[in-house]
């Protein structure tokens, strides 16, 4: 696996396959992989000549600066995982490279309805510098499909929208989420909780697994109420919002929908946690 710092690095690599219009898969991380990032490198892997992974913890996409502190950082063990999972190249540029001169403007981007709801409302400016670094990293890298995972389904409406709406010629390819033994997403988060908390978090899936089979034949203020009331009995975890939208527009729904996602974001202690599931096929 070859190692590049810098865009004029990563070009260097990237030219003579370019040149060869061999097809670049991208996968766009901030690191402390785990199984999850691993499946989306291996599919790229799969469907690409080269693989591109970058790691870049992007400061303009935190809101709480103590987020950002206490994310974890283990390169060491993420280049590992990477060359063994048959990364051709990894993209880990300095704060500087990607925000040159201190300046730390987002892009402006109307989203419609999709950055209203949901993480959108709980974490202000949050997707504005995630599409912000998304772009310059797709403007770095040029790749020809590019891999996220619906662990981050809003993330993920996001980017296929800005992508259209800018005519970006990027396939962006949804990958499943990749959970733990006991049901609990995979997150670089994860490894933050303590043994307690990481006992506790297993209610999150539960609870949304028993939403799924709840779907069907409950009416959407019953299922909510229930979530509430789980999270009110459990007492540590602190909700922060449940929510059935539509996987398209991401607005809520009242009743049945053809196509519906139950999202959820938990305070675990100090670590916030997000999962999904879909309810329709
Ligand atoms: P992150 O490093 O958290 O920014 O995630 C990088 C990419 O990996 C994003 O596209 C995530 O949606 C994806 N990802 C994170 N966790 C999982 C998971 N458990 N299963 C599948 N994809 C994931």
């Known amino acids: 696996m070859k190692l590049a710092r810098t865009i004029a690095e990563l070009n260097l690599i990237l030219d003579p396959f370019r040149a060869k219009k061999a097809n670049v898969g991208f996968v766009p991380t901030m690191g402390a992989l785990h199984a999850g990032h691993i499946s989306l490198i291996k599919l790229a892997k799969a469907e690409n000549e080269m693989v591109v992974c970058s790691i870049f913890v992007n400061p303009t996409q935190f809101n ?5 502190e206490r994310y974890p950082r283990p390169i060491e063990d993420d280049k590992h995982m990477l060359e063994a999972a048959g990364c051709d190249v990894l993209f880990m540029p300095a704060v500087k490279e990607m925000y040159p001169d201190g300046d730390y403007s987002t892009l402006k981007d109307d ?8 993480e959108g409302i709980s974490r202000p400016g949050h997707f504005a510098g995630m599409i912000t670094i998304v772009n310059k990293l797709f403007m770095a890298v040029m790749p020809q499909n590019a891999y996220f995972g619906q662990k981050d389904f809003q993330q993920l409406s996001i980017v296929k929208n800005f992508i259209e709406k800018h005519t970006i010629p990027i396939r962006i390819i949804a990958c499943p ?4 033994a006991d049901g609990l997403a995979m997150s670089s988060r994860n490894r933050l909780l303590n043994p307690d908390e990481r006992k ?3 209610i999150i899936s539960q609870t949304l697994f028993k939403v799924k089979e709840m779907w069907s034949k409950t009416p959407v203020a019953e299922i909510k109420k229930f979530v509430e009331d789980v999270f009110t009995k459990e007492g540590y975890l602190k909700l922060i919002y449940f929510e059935i939208a539509d996987t398209q527009t991401l607005q809520p729904i009242a009743g049945n929908a053809k196509q519906a996602v139950a999202c959820i974001a938990v305070f675990d202690g100090k670590i916030r946690l997000i999962d999904n599931v879909l309810l329709t096929a």
């Open 200 to 202: 506790r978090a297993v």
């Open 177 to 180: 989420i990749v959970r733990e």
């Open 111 to 118: 989203f419609g309805t999709l950055d209203k709801v949901m």
């Open 64 to 68: 709480d600066p103590k987020d950002l």
